[in-house]
C-alpha cells in the first residue's frame, strides 16, 4: 500500500522578541510584538487540492472542510519555550492564554505540535482511542495529528509552514440499495449501530499499542447521511490470516419493526490499515446474513483510491489463510466463510492445499450451509474436516479423497449422489438427523472399518426410489434393527452411535 501523508499546514510568521513573552494584554504582547509567532494551520496545500483543507470537520462538505470550527486548538512548542496553545475564534489563530506566546530566538528553531490540544490525552507521543463518538464535535476531537521538525526563519518574514501528520484511519459504514439477493432493499431496513474493533488501542511514545480485537469497541457516529463514520488508530498487519480476527459488530432494525438484529463483520485487512486514509464498507443485508459487498480505500484528503488498500475477497482470503497457514508449518487450519460460500471458493481452498503432504490438513470451516458439488472432491491433502454448520453436502463433495479420514457435520440433513465416494481411508463421520440421502453415498469405502455417530434424532431410513433414500418419520432409528445390525443406507459399519447407545455393544 503506497505511504499516504495528511497535513495541517501551519504557517509560522515572524514579526522580532526574545524569548516567550508574558506580558499582559494580548494586543501589546503578542499582535505588536515583531518576534511572535503568528500560526495559520490548515489541511493539504494550495498545490496537493486546489483549495485548504481543514482537518477540523472530517465528514464536512468541500466548503465545509476548507473551514476551521471555532474553538479549534493546537498545542505548539518552539525549541526550549514554554508550551504554547493556539486556538481559532473564527478568524485567527492567537494564544489561548493572553500574554503567553511564541517567539523567535534564532534563526532556526525546532518545532513540536500536536492535535487536539486537550481532548483524549493527546501529547506529542500519546493518544487515547476514543470509545465512542457521539457528535461531529466527537469526531473532530479524535482527528489526532502530529508534527515534529526543524524550521528556518525567513529573512523576508514570510514565515514558515509545519506539516502536521493525519494518525489517524477513518471508517466509513453503509448499507447498499440492494440486498444479498440483488433484489431492492426492504423499505425500513436500517443500520442502527456499528462497533468498530481495531486490533490497536491509541498510540504510546509515538507507536501504534497493539490489542486484542475482541478487546477493544469504539462505537461510531451516526451521520445525517445514514452512514457510520468513526475514527481509529491505524491497524496492525495481520499474519494468522486463518484467527479470522472481529473487526465489527452491527446492528440492523428489522423492516417489521420487532426489533434488532446483531451481525458481526471479520477480517481486519490483512496488510493493516494506514493513517490519513479513509476505509468505506459498503454493506449488504440478508435474511440472517450480512455480507460485506465492497470496500474502498482513498486518501482521506483528496478522495483518490489509493491502490493495493482493498481488503481479500473470499477467494483471496482462502489463498492468503492457507498459504500462511503452510508456511508457519500449521496443519490445522480454521476458515470462516459466508454461508452461501460458492464453487469458487472450495476451488480456491483445493488449489491452495496443493503444496501439503496426503493426509496431513485438519480442516475446520464455520458459517457455511451448504457445501457445493465437487467442493472438495480429489482433495489429498485432507485428513480431517469438521463442518460446524453445514446442512447439506452436494453430490461427489470428497469423491477421491484417499486421504481424508475424518468427516464431522454434526448438522447435516442433506446428502447427494456419491458424497463421500473413493474416500479408503475414511474411519469416522459424524452426522446430524440425516432426512435425504442420494445414492451410493459410501461407494468404494470399506465402512466395516468406520465408525459412525448419528443424531439422536434420526429416523430409519427407506429407499425413495432405486438407490435414492428418505427418512422414515414414524420410526426412530435408536435401538431400530438397523441399528443393531450397524446398518445405514444399506451399508454394514464398524460402529453406529445414535442416542445413548452404540452398536456393536
Not at 457516529?221 to 459488530?249: E, Q, R, W
Not at 477467494?315 to 476458515?335: G, R
Amino acid at each position: 500500500m503506497k505511504i499516504i501523508n495528511k497535513y495541517i499546514l501551519v504557517a509560522a510568521a515572524s514579526l522580532s522578541v526574545v524569548a516567550c513573552s508574558q506580558d499582559d494584554g494580548l494586543s501589546n504582547s503578542y499582535l505588536k510584538d515583531s518576534n511572535a509567532v503568528h500560526i495559520t494551520a490548515q489541511v493539504g496545500s494550495n498545490e496537493a487540492t486546489g483549495g485548504f483543507i481543514s482537518r477540523s470537520n472530517p465528514l464536512g462538505s468541500e466548503v465545509e472542510q476548507a473551514k476551521f470550527n471555532e474553538g479549534d486548538a493546537i498545542f505548539v512548542v518552539a525549541d526550549n519555550q514554554d508550551a504554547v496553545t493556539y486556538s481559532y475564534d473564527g478568524t485567527s489563530w492567537s494564544p489561548k492564554e493572553k500574554g503567553l506566546h511564541l517567539v523567535w530566538n534564532s534563526n532556526e528553531m525546532n518545532f513540536k505540535a500536536f492535535y487536539p490540544a486537550n481532548a483524549n490525552d493527546a501529547s506529542f507521543t500519546d493518544f487515547t482511542l476514543p470509545t465512542a463518538y457521539n457528535s461531529l464535535e466527537d469526531l473532530a476531537l479524535g482527528d489526532y495529528m502530529t508534527f515534529s521538525g526543524s524550521r528556518k526563519r525567513s529573512s523576508d518574514n514570510d514565515g514558515v509552514n509545519l506539516e502536521m501528520e493525519r494518525k489517524m484511519v477513518r471508517i466509513v459504514v453503509g448499507l447498499r440499495d440492494v440486498n444479498v439477493w440483488g433484489d431492492t432493499m426492504d423499505e425500513g431496513l436500517e443500520l442502527t449501530e456499528v462497533i468498530i474493533h481495531p486490533n490497536t488501542n491509541g498510540y504510546s511514545d509515538g507507536e501504534v499499542v497493539p490489542a486484542d480485537s475482541k478487546d477493544v469497541s469504539v462505537k461510531a457516529y451516526k451521520h445525517t447521511d445514514g452512514k457510520f463514520y468513526a475514527l481509529i488508530t491505524p491497524t496492525k498487519p495481520v499474519s494468522d490470516m486463518y484467527n479470522y480476527l472481529l473487526f465489527m459488530t452491527v446492528k440492523v432494525a428489522k423492516p417489521d419493526g420487532t426489533g434488532e438484529q446483531e451481525f458481526e463483520v471479520r477480517r481486519i485487512p490483512h496488510t493493516g490499515t494506514e493513517a490519513g486514509s479513509s476505509y468505506e464498507y459498503f454493506l449488504k443485508i440478508g435474511k440472517d446474513e450480512l455480507v460485506v459487498d465492497k470496500i474502498t480505500v482513498s486518501d482521506w484528503k483528496t478522495g483518490e483510491a489509493i491502490p493495493g488498500g482493498e481488503a481479500l475477497d473470499d477467494v483471496s482470503f482462502v489463498k492468503k489463510t492457507i498459504a500462511d497457514a503452510l508456511a508457519a508449518n500449521k496443519t490445522d487450519i480454521e476458515l470462516t466463510l459466508p454461508a452461501n460460500a460458492d464453487k469458487s471458493v472450495f476451488d480456491a481452498i483445493r488449489e491452495a492445499l496443493k503444496g501439503a503432504n496426503d493426509g496431513s490438513i485438519e480442516l475446520t470451516v464455520y458459517k457455511v450451509e451448504a457445501l457445493p458439488s465437487n467442493a472438495f472432491s480429489d482433495c489429498q491433502p485432507l485428513k480431517s474436516i469438521s463442518l460446524q454448520n453445514v446442512k447439506s453436502i452436494e453430490s461427489f463433495a470428497f469423491h477421491g479423497c484417499n486421504g481424508l479420514e475424518t468427516i464431522y457435520a454434526p448438522r447435516v440433513s442433506s446428502i447427494s449422489d456419491l458424497a463421500f465416494a473413493d474416500c479408503h481411508r475414511l474411519r469416522s463421520v459424524t452426522l446430524g438427523n440425516i432426512s435425504a440421502a442420494g445414492f451410493s453415498i459410501f461407494d468404494v469405502v470399506p465402512t466395516e472399518g468406520v465408525d459412525l455417530t448419528l443424531s439422536e434424532d434420526q429416523k430409519v431410513m427407506t429407499k425413495k426410489d432405486i438407490d435414492a433414500w428418505q427418512s422414515d418419520e414414524s420410526e426412530k432409528y435408536a435401538d431400530s434393527p438397523d441399528h443393531k445390525q450397524r446398518q445405514f443406507l444399506g451399508k454394514i459399519f464398524k460402529s453406529i452411535k445414535c442416542g445413548r447407545n452404540t452398536y456393536p455393544q
